[in-house]
């Protein structure tokens, strides 16, 4: 008995593994170790809930509920997906990795309870979605609001020549910040891009420009 729970636990973990693996390919804040480590926990505190208990049971004045330690996990879960999310400049960051983590602990609930079909098969839904919507239907996604950090050249027509570059690529500028000094500025940028634009093949565009001297996306 307690190898096949042990056996939960494992593929609990590998579940979640995979999840993290597509989310760290991405250098998103969660990786495999995260995302590893909630789901063999999860199966592991519903192991504990149904099992955990028995030499209990048979007490006149006792009454046990399972179900108490699947809602604490789901709640404890959600506070270590709200430390994933934050605010930069005006894009909320992180919150398909925090709905990741909640998923993947499911999984391992589920995995841990013994429904290996069920944890198996929402691994494999949420690991494909997640690859085709970044993937072509993508383009079908709401826009992304991106940040991005040039510094240039220290001349009257660079500045010029980067929103011109922007416009002709079709790419909203909704602010940006310049900070000058000696033979270079700094502009910050906020931009909005459609969904599925490749924002790799928007860096290289820029990193073409004649007055971009370094460009990085936050």
């Known amino acids: 008995m307690e190898y096949e729970l042990l056996l939960r636990v494992l593929i609990a973990g590998i579940c979640g593994y995979i999840i993290g693996f597509e989310r760290k390919s991405r250098m998103k804040e969660a990786g495999v170790r995260t995302h590893f480590i909630v789901a063999a926990s999860s199966a592991l505190m519903i192991i504990i809930s149904k099992y955990g208990f028995q ?5 006149s004045n006792l009454s046990l509920d399972p179900s108490r330690v699947a809602a604490g996990v789901v709640s404890g879960v959600g506070f270590l997906g709200a430390g994933m999310i934050f605010m930069q400049k005006q894009t909320v960051k992180g919150l398909t990795t925090a709905a990741g983590i909640w998923a993947t602990a499911g999984i391992g609930m589920a995995v841990g309870a013994g429904m290996y079909f069920v944890g198996i098969g929402v691994m494999l839904i949420i690991f494909v979605g997640q690859i085709v919507l970044h993937g072509r239907l993508g383009r079908l996604t709401s826009p992304k609001i991106e940040n991005i950090t040039l510094v ?13 570059q922007l416009r002709e690529l079709h790419i909203a500028v909704l602010s940006f910040e310049v900070e000058r000094g000696g033979q270079s500025m700094t502009l910050a940028l906020t931009i909005q891009l459609k969904g599925g634009y490749d924002m790799e093949a928007l860096m290289l565009a820029l990193g073409s420009n004649e007055s971009v001297k370094k460009v990085k996306a936050e």
């Open 55 to 59: 030499d209990q049971i048979g007490w």
């Open 152 to 164: 240039l050249e220290n001349e009257a027509e660079a500045l010029e020549r980067i929103l011109k």
